[in-house]
């Protein structure tokens, strides 16, 4: 419990800083103590989230969105995606299914980051750089949701169960849907926040590949602010006031999804 505690406090004492200095001005943050509010901070907190959202016409609810639609929307399509692939890698037997797996885990450990000039090269041949489709497509794909997939397809479905549908009538892509994406959905909550915090995280890839400002996620637009700081002193909070803003989709996706995720690996625990 003492080590559980210390490591509590080693991650929870940044975004309570995070809290604390976003309720500051930015005359505040020498003048008084870095831990702990200011008389003002009520006032200033709310004012400091009117300048973040009011700021160069409202360009940071704009990254926000991109955020979101990136995440959300990617982020269930990849799950979808994994999902069948994983599935069909567990349930049928064909050839070349052993390479194609291992293909797959060789995916897992290629780094996000090295993808991302080959990626530009292949984009700017289609001429779909600086476009929303450049952020968007990558994002579908998920080598650890398939290979995740599959393990938990083979120790979750049964094949009877499949048997038992297929008699009955039920069509290869009605069972998937039907039967297995039910006993799948632990394992799915959970390909489904990797994915989603992997792509909001994502920095290099929109670094890379985009132009426009309205298309940034919000990483990539906190980023070209806080590049900013020198010559704008008065950023600095909107970029600390923006990075507490920014955290708040993950933490809603890991309370509202966490007793799916726990359930899972209670399952998965007797099994």
Do not use: H
């Amino acid at each position: 419990m003492l080590i559980m505690g210390v490591f509590t406090l080693y991650f929870l004492i940044p975004i309570f800083w995070l809290l604390v200095s976003s309720t500051k001005t930015l005359g505040n943050f020498n003048s008084t103590f870095s831990l702990w509010f200011t008389p003002t901070s009520l006032a200033d907190g709310v004012t400091n989230i009117t300048k973040l959202f009011t700021y160069n016409d409202g360009i940071f609810p704009r990254w926000m969105f991109n955020s979101i639609v990136y995440a959300v929307v990617a982020g269930g399509l990849g799950t979808i995606l994994a999902a069948m692939c994983g599935y069909a890698l567990s349930k049928y037997r064909f050839r070349g299914r052993e390479v194609i797996f291992n293909v797959v885990l060789g995916g897992v450990l290629v780094p996000a980051t090295a993808l991302a000039l080959p990626l530009f090269l292949i984009f700017s041949q289609v001429q779909l750089t600086n476009t929303f489709w450049s952020v968007f497509l990558p994002s579908i794909v998920s080598p650890f949701g398939v290979y995740l997939s599959r393990i938990y397809a083979a120790s979750s479905v049964p094949d009877e169960i499949i048997e038992a549908a297929r008699i009955d009538g039920s069509g290869e892509v009605r069972t998937f849907f039907t039967v297995a994406v039910r006993l799948m959905s632990p394992a799915l909550v959970t390909v489904f926040l990797f994915q989603f915090v992997s792509i909001w995280n994502n920095f290099f890839l929109p670094l890379v590949i985009l132009r426009d400002q309205t298309l940034f996620p919000v990483t990539l637009g906190l980023y070209t602010w806080n590049s900013q700081v020198s010559e704008i002193p008065d950023i600095r909070t909107l970029v600390i006031v923006g990075a507490l803003v920014s955290i708040i989709p993950l933490l809603v996706a890991f309370l509202s999804l966490q007793r799916f995720w726990r359930n899972g690996l209670g399952s998965g625990g007797l099994k």
